[in-house]
């Protein structure tokens, strides 16, 4: 399934969600995962927090911290679990159709 069919997108911007490859499909839809969990992470937090708060409580770099938040790098399950433990909150997943 097309991205363009997954949600709707304005014609004038139809192709910049167009793909010259499955894998750029796919890691296109991991970023965008990333981002809402990495979204309702920063929602969940009552106050602005600063990367470089968020990297001494996961014991990191502010550098990776800033790499994921720009979409540099792509999280994994160890720093979601890290970020769980250092704020003391859960990651409630959901999967919908």
């Known amino acids: 399934m097309k991205l363009t069919e997954k949600y709707k997108v304005n014609p004038e911007f139809e192709e910049l ?5 499955e894998k750029e499909e796919l890691e296109h839809e991991a970023k965008m995962i990333m981002f809402r969990i990495l979204s309702s992470f920063e929602k969940m937090i009552d106050r602005p ?3 470089k708060e968020i990297a001494e409580a996961i014991n990191t770099s502010p550098s990776y911290v800033t790499q994921l938040f720009n979409g540099d790098k792509l999280i994994n ?14 990651f409630q997943i959901e999967a919908r159709k």
Not at 77 to 90: P, R
Request: aromatic share 18%; proline share 0%; net charge positive.
């Open 17 to 21: 969600f167009s793909f010259q490859s």
């Open 49 to 51: 927090i600063q990367k």
């Open 77 to 90: 399950l160890m720093t979601l679990a890290k970020l769980q433990k250092a704020f003391d909150f859960t």
